[in-house]
């Protein structure tokens, strides 16, 4: 969630919420909201003042990284490719139970 990213890009340039929330211009009770992931639906323009504040790109916030460390090349690529095509955390999931409904029946 962006919240997540907020929060763990903001923790490591060690800055408060309140100190994240001046020097971005944004109401500290929103940064609040959205790091406990009240507010989901931030604004571009939100996420920009943000962002450079800490020194991060948008999509750095959007978007999740993954950790690739613990996975093979090949699997390490299929995951890259599902996210980059579009596909949520809940789609996949949905995928992965439905497959082992699949299977069970089989």
Known sequence: MIGERVKKYRTEKGLSITGL?????????????????????????????????????????IKAEVDTKNLDHE???????????????????EFLEFNKWKNKQN
């Open 75 to 93: 699997w390490a690529e299929l995951v890259k490719e599902a996210m980059g095509s579009g596909v949520s955390k809940e789609q996949f999931k």
């Open 21 to 61: 929330a001046d020097k971005a211009g944004v109401a500290k009770s929103y940064i609040s909201a959205l790091e406990r992931n009240i507010q989901q639906n931030p604004s571009i323009q939100l996420l920009e003042k943000i962002a450079d504040v800490l020194n991060i790109s948008v999509d750095h916030l």
